[in-house]
């Protein structure tokens, strides 16, 4: 059988203070992800400056360096050889770091993979582009739910017009105070449902169900 190629998890561009809002998902004992909305987020492409560093002195090497990008603080660590990818950072340094996202002692870190040097400037451009980001997510998630609020409507108006066909039928009118919903949602529904075919007017303002 052909190896298997390694599919590498997406570094999500995120502010510091999305990553901590957070609790992460434990899987198997270990950092599984962090749930943001509908994404399973591991590995994240981060911009923020060098607050705090420290180095080990003994014979066990690791670098732990805190960056802050403004909303929030978070901290890079490194162990054994690997650390050298840290040392050379500078307190107040702006960086730009793809790493994955590990847990430790109710601590969510970055365990950094990629760590670039930037312009400052780099930090305003991420917060900008990241909020036009966060303003298209809450645009998906505020027209999903008023797709689901008028489905819900849908199904009420449908309700009260099938068990109204024991009494011929029901004045629209009436509908919307049978299901605590504004007469101009109400029959926009029953317009739709006139069209697709599903309901009918006997007479004026009065509507059946025809299935």
């Not at 992800?33 to 923020?48: D, H, S, Y």
């Not at 607050?51 to 003994?58: F, I, L, Q, R, T």
């Not at 901290?75 to 990818?85: H, N, P, Q, R, Y």
Request: glycine share 8%; net charge neutral.
């Amino acid at each position: 059988m052909p190896d298997e190629k390694f599919k590498r998890n997406i570094a999500y561009k995120l502010r510091i203070g999305s990553i901590l809002i957070k609790k992460p998902v434990i899987e198997n004992e270990r950092f599984g992800f962090l749930e943001l909305g509908n994404l399973k987020v591991r590995r994240v492409n981060v911009i923020a400056s060098v607050v705090e560093k420290y180095e080990s002195e003994g014979e066990k090497k690791f670098v732990f360096v805190k960056i802050d990008d403004g909303s929030g603080q978070i901290s890079l660590k490194l162990f054994g050889d690997d650390a050298e990818k840290l040392k050379e950072l500078s307190l107040g340094d702006t960086i730009i770091i793809i790493g994955s996202l590990r847990y430790f002692n109710d601590e969510v870190y970055i365990s950094p993979e990629i760590i670039k040097k930037q312009d400052p400037k780099y930090l305003l451009l991420r917060k900008l582009e990241t909020e036009k980001q966060e303003n298209n997510i809450s645009t998906i998630k505020k027209d999903s739910l008023e797709q689901n609020q008028n489905f819900s409507i849908k199904n009420k108006v449908i309700e009260i017009i099938k068990k109204s066909e024991e009494n011929g039928g029901i004045e629209i009118a009436g509908i919307s105070p049978k299901i605590n919903e504004a007469n101009e949602k109400v029959s926009k529904e029953v317009l739709k449902l006139i069209e697709e075919g599903l309901v009918f007017e006997p007479r004026p303002g009065i509507v059946r169900w025809l299935g």
